[in-house]
């Protein structure tokens, strides 16, 4: 099958969205499928260039298996909200042109948050006559709202609108939690059509093993007990929260938060952890992929923290398959949905309130005092692990893209999870 992938974020990037796509897609690669991916030059978060990519119009890499379509967007950093939607738009633009020069798919698939890429896809997919996947990554509008970047007004009702012709005009909405499927059959989307894959975790890149002896070094990290948050630094994810976790537990000189990433609030949470003096946060520059292993092998507790709004009960963060595949502990800082259930049912850690400083703390220590429930938690979280594996998350996902390419996307919802295919 010929699958045209459409995504804003795509490695070296190592956010959510970028990791997903890519980690299934080179399943399918080897599944011996086709798939090329349109995508732009690695910017995100910051809004500058990788180093070796250039801004281009067009731009082709392989990678591993893939072949990796760039093209030029206007560059913004992850914060604000109109030169962020210029981004948006641009990259909408410049994927769609590129999409009608490239050979015939069987089908074009599109990934949001950044839902304009969305907009692309279903245009790319009718122009070119082929069916349209929808993969649900986030309800957007509804999450810009929930963190404040933009309010309720006419524009986001006319995006809602958009937000709904788009999955009906799809042939199917491949979904990352129930409750997003919820959302969209509340609001009259057929059923039938929405398929539900969940987030997961490489397996085999992720693993328990001792700390990098090299990184504890660098970052003071040797004998200390480390609650690591590893991931974006954004408005969604309300870390000034763990600031005030961190300043309740500043007489504890064996507790460090290890905060790792990049992001629209990292140089403000810098700052404030200076100003208040908090020594027990760490705040590590951005790795690249290949070392995520070795910054979770950091950590005795994985945090995976939002902020406390409706919009993310519905969310579930993918850090907390990485943090399964490492044979963490979880804290989970979120509201109650379906992420917290999902650790309740592997019994992988703890939830505590979103925004609730000393709840965080009272989890954080209660965890570092009592090392043979740490030890149970761990045992539980790495069982828990390969529920929940990228390779059979990418046969479900291939699986239902077939469907649509047979022209029964409205069965993706009944298509079972098969066993991985065979190269």
């Known amino acids: 099958m010929r699958i045209l992938f459409l995504t804003e974020n795509f490695p070296p990037e190592t956010n959510a969205a970028a990791t997903r796509v890519y980690e ?3 399943y399918w690669a080897k599944w011996g499928h086709q798939v090329t991916v349109l995508t732009s030059a690695p ?5 500058r260039l990788f180093d070796g990519y250039r801004n281009r119009w067009h731009q082709v890499e392989t990678m591993d298996g893939l072949r990796v379509v760039r093209v030029k967007t206007y560059i913004a950093a992850n914060r604000g909200t109109l030169r962020r939607s210029l981004d948006f738009v641009s990259f909408m633009v410049s994927a769609f042109a590129a999409g009608l020069f490239e050979k015939r798919p069987d089908l074009v698939c599109a990934t949001s948050p950044q839902f304009f890429a969305a907009v692309g896809g279903w245009a790319l997919a009718a122009v070119r006559r082929v069916p349209f996947v929808f993969e649900l990554g986030d309800l957007w509008p509804t999450s810009i709202v929930a963190v404040g970047a933009m309010r309720d007004s006419a524009a986001i009702r006319w995006l809602e609108r958009l937000e709904l012709f788009l999955y009906r005009r799809a042939a199917a909405v491949v979904a990352l939690t ?11 989307i057929p059923p039938d059509k929405i398929a539900v894959v969940v987030n997961g975790v490489d397996l085999w890149r992720y693993g328990p093993r001792p700390p990098d002896a090299g ?13 690591g948050y590893v991931g974006t630094h954004g408005m969604a994810h309300g870390l000034r929260n763990v600031l005030d976790a961190a300043d ?29 003096n908090l020594a027990n946060v760490v705040f590590m520059d951005p ?3 290949e070392r995520m292993p070795a910054v979770w092998s950091l950590c005795d507790v994985a945090l995976v923290h939002l902020r406390d709004t409706p919009a993310f009960a519905e969310v579930i963060p993918s850090k907390m398959f990485e943090a399964m595949g490492m044979g963490l502990p979880i804290v989970l800082a979120l509201p109650a949905g379906e992420a917290s259930g999902i650790l309740a049912e592997a019994g992988a850690g703890v939830h505590v309130a979103a925004e609730d400083p000393a709840a ?6 209660g965890l570092c005092d009592d090392r043979r429930r740490l030890g149970d938690l761990a045992g539980h979280s790495l069982a828990a692990a390969p529920r929940y594996s990228r390779e059979t998350q ?29 190269p």
């Open 24 to 26: 299934r897609a080179c």
């Open 360 to 365: 965080l703390a009272d989890a954080v220590s």
């Open 215 to 227: 990184l504890a070094a660098e970052w003071g990290l040797d004998d200390k007990f480390v609650v």
């Open 43 to 47: 910017n995100f978060p910051h809004g």
């Open 287 to 289: 790795q690249p992929k």
């Open 178 to 188: 129930r409750a997003f499927k919820e959302n969209l059959v509340s609001r009259g």
């Open 248 to 276: 309740r537990l500043k007489g504890r000189g064996d507790v460090v938060f290890l905060l790792a990433g990049a992001g629209a609030e990292r140089d403000q949470l810098i700052a404030e952890a200076g100003r208040r």
């Open 394 to 422: 990418a046969a479900h996902m291939i699986a239902v893209l077939d469907a649509v390419a047979a022209g029964r996307g409205g069965e993706a919802a009944g298509i079972a999870v098969p066993a991985p295919e065979k």
